[in-house]
């Protein structure tokens, strides 16, 4: 089985709906983000959260919010869907450790979410 | 904030051949990471480098950390039609920072 799984895999939705993408690891870790992908600008940072009680802003956050439920869980919301919102969505996580054992402090994704907001 | 570029930005080579691509950055990354993406799937970590001048291999393909740890490199010996997809590489700064992503490399292969 996947240690990350997204779902769903693809949503076409309209305009002003809201929807939840979810995310669910199996490493353990206590690290994970939620990134966005669109052709030819790589992956952008919407927000991450380093443990459960912790939630931070990315580089992309407006529009956005997220729900970290339990060390395992972060779901991503856009709260009202608008066109420019279609893209290409991925789940991550690391094991943050990185102070201590820097070769631990690589990212691991998820299969990603097709979203097409109409 | 902290940018990456990567060239060539798109490549055909034939199979068989060798490739080379490179990421680069204005800023020191002390950390490197190579990711493949395939189509419809996420990426995937190839490789990851943690000391500057370090010469890496994962079966055909070797990266390395620059010496001036603005930039990292990527060979890929002998492509096969499987090796097709986007190449991503990743800097991080400090660890247990964010990463920053690069824009990426398609790389296709001509039987």
Not at chain 1, 65 to 90: C, D, G, H, M, W
Not at chain 2, 6 to 35: A, H, K, R
Not at chain 2, 56 to 64: D, F, H, K, M, V
Request: net charge neutral; glycine share 10%; charged share 20%.
């Amino acid at each position: 089985d996947a240690d990350v799984t997204q779902t769903p895999r693809n949503r076409i939705t309209k305009t002003g709906k809201r929807i939840m993408l979810e995310c669910s690891q199996t490493k353990g870790h206590d690290r994970m983000y939620w990134y966005r992908q669109d052709p030819g600008l790589g992956l952008r940072l919407i927000y991450y959260s380093f443990d459960v009680k912790d939630i931070n802003k990315g580089e992309i956050s407006d529009g956005y919010s997220v729900s970290r439920q339990a060390q395992a869980k972060f779901s991503l919301s856009l709260e009202s869907a608008i066109p420019n919102q279609t893209a290409l969505y991925f789940c991550a996580t690391s094991d943050g450790t990185g102070l201590l054992a820097p070769k631990a402090d690589t990212q691991y994704f998820g299969p990603g979410t097709r979203l097409t907001v109409l | 904030g902290q940018q990456l570029n990567q060239s060539p930005q798109s490549m055909f080579i034939q199979e068989g051949e060798d490739v080379s691509m490179n990421c680069t950055s204005s800023s020191i990354f002390n950390t490197w990471l190579w990711y493949k993406q395939d189509p419809g799937e996420g990426p995937v970590l190839l490789i990851a480098l943690y000391k500057a001048g370090e010469l890496t291999s994962n079966g055909r393909l070797t990266a390395q950390f620059g010496i001036t740890r603005k930039d990292s490199f990527l060979n890929i010996s002998a492509s096969i039609p499987s090796d097709v997809g986007i190449y991503f590489c990743a800097g991080q700064f400090l660890a247990g920072q964010n990463f920053v992503f690069g824009p990426g490399t398609r790389l296709s292969v001509l039987p």
